[in-house]
């Protein structure tokens, strides 16, 4: 180790920098690609965000994908566009369930709760790596059906589903965060996971609906998933419901995973920093 | 026994008023009060259990007092503009794994206005060689240091230290010491809890002891361990004694066997006479005056009791706890 002496400081009179607090948008930029990279250095999840999604479609769906369903609807399309709700929310849910629980077993809680750093800068952060991540899960999807499957999307409908994808992902944030807080840092994965699929599989998204059992036909309109999935529909017109019913229900999700969070978050604070 | 010094509460770095703090039926803090000035060097010195993580944790904001007042830089310990102006080291904190140690050096300067350059304060902890290496794998000593590089990098007005040697080697422990020197040298004001008395003494120019939450002393490093420095003496007498032969003499925690300390289970009591402990700033003093009433020893050992050990001469303790 050196010495600091050769830095001499100006002041160190208590009160002399009153003003002291660093600005906040250099922050928030360190800090989010300080977590993209976390999220990128974990394979567990990057890679089974990034790659399960485009392994399914290359081999479930492109060879599937000029055949039509209902005498219009493109199979491509309707599989892509399943395949990239369950792409995006899988990153919102396993970057903040799997990711968030692992820093709290590392206790990174406990020394970013006694630094400067605002709470609200963290989780910001957290959002716009986990939307990075997302566009780019989608990204790949996108390249892959144009390029290897031929799914030919006019224009407008890429754009209307690639917003549909990320906006109507906000939920699945707060559910990622519930799953962090409310499970242990070492059965979050698993929890996820479980819980994820089967939400996803209950909504039609690796199978379509009319395929499978009454009596997951009849629960699948109540899970989150089944109206992220039926908005992304909606961008190639083969949602069973308007796109306003799709987001009123997704909104409703979103402050009730929120919610949820916000108590097992508190909880937490109140068990560790009372 | 000295009491907290009040050096006037204008422009403290931290204040203690009457502070309590109550885990549940634990009473952690049973109402500190003190005033740490800036520029001070402190060592918060104590066994373990002594409160000295609780208060480090109520200085920081990360527990909040039951009762009394904790300001620091006359704010509430958890505001921003007091966080902004303090760097921390924490027993049992922890860093995503995943990150080097500059990109964590650089993420923490982040949260500074007016941060050290990185590579110097990666320098200053003796991490250059590993600065491309993930935190996930750096030894508990290296660890140790990438923290100190987090607490110093913000070129923070204090430090708040947690036990921060434990897990160090000697050498970088040694260097450690010195880097803590020259940050006081340049004015810093620097809190820092230990259970080492021989490291509050090499460093610090002022010990707070803390035992059971509540202030024992607070004074020069010399003049605490002329205090809590104390000899345990242990011998076996072949002569009958019993707790009122050591009246009157400089001794506390006096045991006498029956009570046996750990250890000497396996010899049988009685053939070799009775087994004699006790604890004693004065060892000489003691010794001779059981020597002058004619009690023949056996098996003197006089060696430094350990802290645990010296708080009691401290505390004034009569047994040794267990």
């Known amino acids: 180790m050196s010495t600091i002496a050769k830095r001499p400081r100006a002041s160190v009179q208590v009160g002399a920098r009153a003003a002291g607090t660093p600005a906040l948008l250099p922050m928030l930029w360190a800090q989010t690609r300080a977590q993209a990279r976390v999220f990128w250095r974990t394979p567990a999840v990057s890679m089974t965000g990034l790659l399960m999604p485009l392994m399914m479609l290359v081999f479930f769906v492109l060879p599937h994908a000029r055949e039509t369903w209902q005498g219009s609807i493109s199979v491509g399309a309707y599989m892509l566009a399943a395949m990239g709700a369950y792409a995006v929310s899988s990153v919102m849910v396993f970057n903040f369930g799997v990711t968030v629980a692992m820093e709290r077993g590392q206790k990174v809680d406990l020394l970013m709760r006694a630094m400067p750093l605002p709470g609200w800068v963290y989780l910001a952060a957290r959002v716009i790596g986990a939307l990075v991540f997302g566009a780019l899960a989608m990204g790949l999807l996108f390249a892959a059906a144009l390029g290897l499957g031929g799914i030919a999307l006019a224009p407008p409908v890429w754009v209307s589903l690639a917003w549909r994808l990320l906006a109507g992902a906000l939920p699945f944030i707060g559910f990622g965060f519930a799953i962090a807080y409310l499970a242990g840092p070492s059965a979050a994965p698993a929890v996820a996971n479980l819980t994820y699929i089967g939400l996803a599989f209950a909504s039609g998204m690796f199978v379509r609906l009319d395929q499978m059992p009454d009596f997951l036909r009849s629960i699948a309109p109540l899970l989150p998933t089944y109206h992220y999935a039926q908005l992304a529909w909606g961008a190639i017109g083969a949602a069973n419901e308007s796109t306003l019913v799709s987001v009123a229900w997704l909104a409703g999700y979103t402050v009730a995973l929120f919610a949820l969070a916000a108590w097992a978050y508190r909880r937490e604070t109140l068990r560790k920093f009372a | ?322």
Request: hydrophobic content about 45%; glycine content about 10%.
């Open chain 2, 1 to 322: 026994m000295n009491l907290a010094t009040y050096h006037g509460a204008n422009g403290a770095v931290v204040e203690f008023i009457g502070v309590h703090k109550v885990y549940g039926r634990t009473e952690a803090l049973r109402g500190l009060d003190f005033t740490i000035e800036p520029g001070e060097l402190v060592a918060i010195l104590g066994p373990n259990g002594a409160g000295k993580t609780t208060a480090i944790s109520c200085m920081l904001g990360l527990r909040h007092a039951t009762a009394g007042t904790v300001r620091l830089f006359g704010l509430p310990p958890a505001d921003r503009a007091a966080r902004s102006r303090r760097g921390v080291m924490l027993q049992e904190s922890g860093v995503p794994g995943q990150l080097t140690v500059r990109e964590l050096v650089e993420l923490f300067r982040s949260y500074y206005a007016a941060p050290l350059d990185a590579s110097a304060a990666i320098g200053l902890a003796g991490l250059d060689a590993q600065a491309r290496t993930a935190a996930a794998k750096l030894s508990g000593g290296q660890r140790q240091r990438l923290y100190f590089a987090l607490a110093v990098c913000g070129d923070p007005d204090a430090l708040f230290l947690d036990e921060p040697t434990a897990a160090m080697d000697v050498a970088s422990r040694r260097a450690f010491l010195e880097t803590i020197r020259s940050f006081s040298r340049a004015g810093k004001t620097i809190v820092l809890t230990t259970h080492d008395m021989d490291e509050a003494d090499q460093l610090a120019r002022r010990v707070v002891v803390i035992d059971r939450g509540r202030l024992v002393a607070d004074d020069t490093p010399a003049a605490i361990k002329a205090r809590v420095a104390g000899k345990r003496v242990s011998f076996r007498s072949l002569d009958p004694l019993d707790a009122a032969a050591f009246a009157g003499l400089p001794v506390c925690g006096l045991v006498l066997d029956g009570e046996r300390p750990a250890g000497a289970e396996d010899e049988a009591p009685g053939d070799s006479g009775r087994l004699v402990r006790f604890l004693s700033t004065e060892p000489e003093a003691a010794l001779s005056a059981l020597f002058a009433r004619s009690v023949r020893v056996r098996d003197l050992e006089v060696v430094g009791a350990d802290l645990e050990e010296a708080f009691l001469s401290l505390t004034g303790e009569r047994e040794v706890r267990q």
